[in-house]
């Protein structure tokens, strides 16, 4: 399984972005797709995941503002990200999981977003 993770950049304090998850592979195994997101000097904390069976989850931090979607018939998983803070600057991992759980078994390399004014 390989994740191409892209779509981060600079964005003003209250602006959007999308990030885009791009699958290949043996994807027939994956059944969760995960966003994870690591700030300097923090641990790497999961942000949203969405199954196969379509069970969607959200951290705390990011509810209302953040939408995971899928579209199967490109393989691509998004994360829609609005009303972005200065404290969702972190580099953003896709990652891809053999159980319909939070756990990770591959990723993907990380796409910086930076949310400064």
């Known amino acids: 399984v390989q994740l191409q993770a892209s779509g981060g950049g600079l964005v003003q304090p209250g602006g959007s972005l999308r990030l885009s998850c791009a699958a290949s592979?043996?994807?027939?195994?994956?059944?969760?797709i995960l966003w994870y997101r690591q700030a300097p000097g923090k641990q790497r904390d999961l942000v949203a995941g969405?199954?196969?069976?379509?069970?969607?989850n959200y951290a705390d931090s990011v509810k209302g503002r953040f939408t995971i979607s899928r579209d199967n018939a490109k393989n691509m998983v998004y994360l829609q990200m609005s009303s972005l803070k200065p404290e969702d600057t972190a580099v953003y991992y896709c990652?891809?999981?053999?159980?319909?759980?939070?756990?990770?078994?591959?990723w993907g390399q990380g796409t910086q977003v930076t949310v400064s004014s």
């Open positions: 990652a891809a999981g053999l159980r319909a759980t939070t756990t990770a078994d591959y």
């Open positions: 592979g043996n994807i027939f195994i994956i059944k969760a």
């Open positions: 969405i199954t196969t069976g379509g069970k969607i």
